[in-house]
């Protein structure tokens, strides 16, 4: 079972920055996509951004995309996602998960497993 842990989280200000981390417990993380979600209050997870294995190829919802960034360190089993320019609206509990599939790079919740418990992001105006 591949364990996901988020840390990083925090309360900032609009136009702050954080970085947030994802470190996976088991050696096969590395060969899998790796994508970051976040759920605020009384809406649906949704989709940030993915990363292939080898952290080549990366995806972002377009409501991030120019202000956050997602890497990864497979030799640390680690995924990262720097977000700059925060908005108040970034407020969400933040999860990392794992794909399912092999070169699966995908948007929809559906396509991921192993979800971390989150960390929280508060971004106050």
């Known amino acids: 079972q591949v364990q996901l842990v988020e840390s990083g989280g925090g309360l900032v200000q609009a136009g702050g920055s954080v970085r947030l981390t994802c470190a996976a417990s088991?050696?096969?993380?590395?060969?899998?996509?790796t994508g970051w979600f976040r759920q605020a209050p009384g809406k649906e997870r949704e989709f940030v951004a993915t990363?292939?294995?080898?952290?080549?190829?990366?995806y972002y919802a377009d409501s991030v995309k120019g202000r956050f960034t997602i890497s990864r360190d497979n030799a640390k089993k680690t995924v990262y996602l720097q977000m700059t320019s925060l908005k108040p609206e970034d407020t969400a509990v933040y999860y990392c998960?794992?794909?399912?599939?092999?070169?699966?790079?995908?948007?929809?919740?559906?396509?991921?497993?192993?979800w971390g418990q989150g960390t929280q992001v508060t971004v106050s105006s």
């Open positions: 990363i292939s294995s080898g952290g080549g190829t990366t």
């Open positions: 088991l050696r096969s993380f590395s060969s899998y996509p």
């Open positions: 998960a794992r794909a399912k599939e092999l070169y699966l790079t995908t948007s929809s919740p559906s396509g991921y497993r192993n």
